[in-house]
C-alpha cells in the first residue's frame, strides 16, 4: 500500500529510462516520408510493367526506352538518396544496416529456391544494408568532410561509376576508360560492381555506382542547419508520406503481391 488516502491525486512521475528514450528518440521529418513514398511508388510502377512484359509476355514497348530507364534509375537514385539522409535519424545505425541485410538475404534465398528465373542477387536491399553498414564504420571520416561541394561529388562519381559492371569508366562528355577484365574474374566481387561473365541478377544495385547517392544524401544532411530542417523537411503529403513511412514493408511485398493480381486476372481471361 505504499500510496495513502489524499496522496493518489499526485502525479506520477515518468521512469527515468523511459524519459530518456523519449528525450533520445529522433525527430520524423515528414518531407522525407513523401520522398520516400514518392521513390517506392515508382519502383512499384515499374515492377508492375515489368512483371507484364518479361512474366505475362504483354508488349510495351516503352520498358525498353531510354526513358523507362531514366525513369528506374532517377526513382532508385531518390530511394538511396533519401536513404543516406535518413541514416543520421535511425536509432542504431549499426542494427538498420544488419536488418536490411538480413532482408536482402533473404530474398535472395526465396528467389533462388522459388524463383531462380527471377533471382535477386544483391539488390536493393542489400545495397542499402551494405551501404549503411560502410557508413557506420566511416562515420568519422564522412561527417568530417561533409559539405556541399562533398555531396555534389558524390553525385559525379555515380555518373563516372554507373558503368562500372560493364566495365568502364565514364567521363561523361569527355572519354570512357575500359577496366582490366581481370578486375571480373571473381564470383564474389558482384557486390562491388564487379561481376563474373556468368554472373545473373533480375534486380542489381551494387555498390559501385549506388554507395555514391547514399553518402551524397548522408553529407547534404549536415550542409542543413536545424532551422533549414524545420521548414524544407516538414512539409508533408499525407498520403505519400504515409506510403514512405512503410517503404520496407511495401518492398518486401509488391512483387508477391502484384505477381499473385495478375496471375489471377489472367486466368479469369
Known amino acids: 500500500r505504499a500510496y495513502q488516502a489524499g496522496h493518489h491525486s499526485r502525479p506520477r512521475r515518468e521512469p527515468a529510462a523511459l524519459s530518456l528514450r523519449k ?9 522525407l516520408d513523401t520522398l520516400r513514398g514518392i521513390g517506392i511508388i515508382g519502383v512499384v510502377a515499374y515492377h508492375f510493367l515489368y512483371d507484364l512484359v518479361r512474366f505475362f509476355g504483354v508488349e510495351a514497348a516503352w520498358l525498353d526506352t531510354t526513358a523507362a530507364y531514366l525513369f528506374q534509375q532517377g526513382t532508385v537514385f531518390l530511394f538511396v538518396f533519401i536513404a ?4 543520421h535519424l535511425t536509432q542504431n545505425i549499426w542494427q538498420r544496416g544488419l536488418v536490411l541485410s538480413l532482408w536482402g ?3 535472395t534465398g526465396l528467389t533462388y529456391f522459388f524463383a531462380p528465373q527471377a533471382l535477386i542477387a544483391f539488390g536493393i536491399l542489400s ?39 560493364q566495365g568502364l569508366l565514364v567521363l561523361p562528355g569527355l572519354a570512357e576508360l575500359r577496366l582490366p577484365e ?8 558482384f557486390p562491388l560492381g564487379l561481376p563474373d561473365k556468368h554472373f ?37 503529403l499525407p498520403s505519400l508520406a504515409l506510403i514512405g513511412r512503410h517503404s520496407l514493408a511495401i518492398y518486401l511485398l509488391h512483387q508477391p503481391i502484384l505477381l499473385a493480381f495478375l496471375y489471377l486476372w489472367f486466368q479469369s481471361k
Do not use: C
Open 182 to 189: 581481370v578486375l571480373y574474374e571473381s564470383r564474389y566481387l
Open 84 to 87: 543516406g539522409i535518413s541514416a
Open 23 to 31: 528525450q533520445m528518440k529522433k525527430p520524423r521529418y515528414l518531407l
Open 105 to 107: 538475404l533473404a530474398l
Open 127 to 165: 545495397l542499402l544494408g551494405a551501404a549503411t553498414l560502410l557508413t557506420a564504420a566511416l562515420a568519422p571520416l564522412l561527417k568530417q568532410t561533409a559539405s556541399l561541394l562533398t555531396s555534389l561529388v558524390y553525385v559525379l562519381l555515380y555518373f563516372v561509376t554507373h558503368e562500372v559492371s
Open 200 to 236: 545473373f541478377s533480375a534486380d542489381f544495385f551494387p555498390l559501385l555506382p549506388w554507395l555514391f547517392p547514399y553518402w551524397s544524401g548522408y553529407s547534404l544532411w549536415h550542409v542543413l542547419g536545424v532551422p533549414d530542417k524545420q521548414r524544407f523537411l516538414n512539409t508533408p
